[in-house]
């Protein structure tokens, strides 16, 4: 927004773009009206040889250099969601044992969002590839049980949604190739969906298994009585028609899963 601003105020509106190349874990590199404009992070900048200066406020630091000549940085703050807090503690009332935080932002950035939710590590600092080494301990600790879930939304997220047991994607603003990769997909950014689609799936699973026994249990009676002479052709019907629209009845109660 601040950009957007402070673009109506420039004289001139030409702006010739082009050659705009993404580096992943660095930053964006384009030739502007003839001149090399690079942004990302110090690793770019040391790359294209520009003298950045650090920056002491808290925030993901954005440099910005001209055909080699710093130019100066951005600072843009993380905005925690206002419900993260909230889904982060509702998963550990479901009995969540662990629940990590891999991002590329900056140390100070990572410590400053860990220390406002319930987390119980962080990693700071990771590109695509280190994110993919640390869910690959993750898996391989041997104190482990159950599955592990991974959450994430950016083009970076990708590898990591592939490869985790149950990967979730945000669906609103999430990449294709997180989309593409990930098992489940939320069709909102809202992180107390997570509880929702949880409790959706646990209690589809239980009333698969409920249908299950009843519809066997139903017909090994039938079967029973059936043997010994004592079973008719109402009977049989019931075994049939009306087990099944018992167990389509009892399926329906999956739509009354409680959504806050």
Not at 81 to 106: E, F, I, R
Request: hydrophobic share 45%.
């Amino acid at each position: 927004a601040s950009l957007r601003k402070a673009y109506q105020y420039t004289k001139d509106d030409h702006c010739d773009v082009e050659d705009v190349t993404e580096l992943a874990g660095r930053g964006v590199q384009a030739k502007i009206n003839g001149h090399v404009i690079c942004v990302g992070n110090e690793k770019l900048m040391e790359e294209v040889g520009a003298k950045w200066r650090p920056c002491h406020k808290t925030g993901t630091i954005i440099h910005v250099s001209r055909d080699g000549e710093y130019m100066g940085h951005i600072v843009v703050s993380d905005v925690i969601k206002p419900h993260s807090k909230k889904a982060l503690q509702n998963l550990k009332s479901m009995g969540m044992k662990k629940l990590v935080m891999l991002t590329g932002d900056q140390e100070d950035v990572a410590k400053e969002v860990a220390s406002q939710l319930p987390l119980d590590e962080y990693y700071a600092k990771l590109l695509p590839g280190d994110k993919v080494n640390q869910v690959e301990k993750l898996l391989n600790d041997p104190n482990r049980h159950g599955l592990l879930a991974f959450v994430g939304d950016g083009i970076n997220d990708a590898p990591v949604l592939s490869r985790v047991d149950v990967g979730i994607a945000m669906g609103a603003l999430g990449s294709d190739a997180a989309i593409e990769a990930a098992d489940v997909v939320l069709m909102d950014d809202d992180p107390a969906k997570i509880a929702v689609a949880i409790r959706i799936a646990k209690k589809c699973m239980r009333i698969v298994y409920e249908n299950l026994y009843f519809a066997i249990g139903i017909k090994l009676i039938c079967l029973l009585l059936g043997a010994i002479g004592i079973a008719n052709m109402w009977l049989a019907v019931f075994a049939d028609v009306g087990v099944m629209v018992l167990a389509v009845l009892n399926a329906i109660r999956c739509l009354l899963v409680k959504k806050s």
